[in-house]
């Protein structure tokens, strides 16, 4: 499996280019800035982006979505939860951001749809708290999981957003933890770390 990670945007988010090794078939996950960073990318790697995903509607998880749509000609995927937020600025207002216009969605996401790249199977997983429509992207096979905001490196996604909710967000990571310890997560910042690492030592789970 094609991983490449770059950090974009205001808020220096992970943005991930992900694919096929064999079939070429890859995805964006995340295009939250530097649009052309991001195709230079997908260029270097040989993609045919079959989608561009959103885990959630946030600002910097979508701020490059137009440039992306427009040069892949890839339908943009988001948890229909969380569809909304692409043409009302993704709450950049709340840091004094001015928004970027992301395109509507094309594809709406739930629960247990799989997207397929080639070999590759990406399951979603609604994983609300964060905000409604937050979603991860397992890879049962590849043993990966990309899963925004919601369990970071030691860490965890905010839930005083509008429409977040610890609670939630406490039920959504323990699913999380369910999954084989070897599982490694990709979150939307930071760097990435094992289920197993944080279930053992994450301070906030305990």
Do not use: W
Not at 174 to 182: G, K
């Amino acid at each position: 499996m094609i991983i490449k990670m770059l950090h974009v945007g205001p808020l220096q988010t992970n943005c991930y280019i992900v694919g096929c090794e064999e079939t070429k078939e890859g995805a964006i996950i995340d295009p939250g800035g530097d649009a052309k960073r991001i195709l230079a990318e997908v260029e270097r790697l040989g993609l045919k982006i079959k989608y561009v995903i959103n885990t959630h509607g946030h600002f910097d998880h979508t701020l490059a979505n137009k440039e992306v749509v427009e040069a892949t000609g890839a339908p943009l995927a988001i948890h229909s939860a969380d569809a909304s937020m692409l043409t009302q600025g993704g709450g950049a207002f709340f840091f004094g951001i001015i928004g970027k216009a992301s395109p509507p969605a094309d594809v709406t996401l739930g629960e247990g749809q799989v997207l397929a790249l080639g070999q590759i199977e990406l399951q979603v997983l609604h994983t609300p708290g964060h905000s409604p429509g937050s979603i991860c992207l397992y890879s049962e096979d590849e043993g990966v999981l990309f899963d925004g905001d919601v369990l970071f490196n030691m860490g965890m996604g905010r839930y005083d957003l509008p429409g977040g909710s610890y609670r939630v967000l406490m039920d959504s990571i323990q699913r999380l933890l369910a999954l084989p310890d070897e599982t490694t997560v990709y979150p939307g910042h930071g760097p990435a770390t094992t289920i197993g690492r944080e279930r053992r030592g994450n301070p906030f789970l305990s």
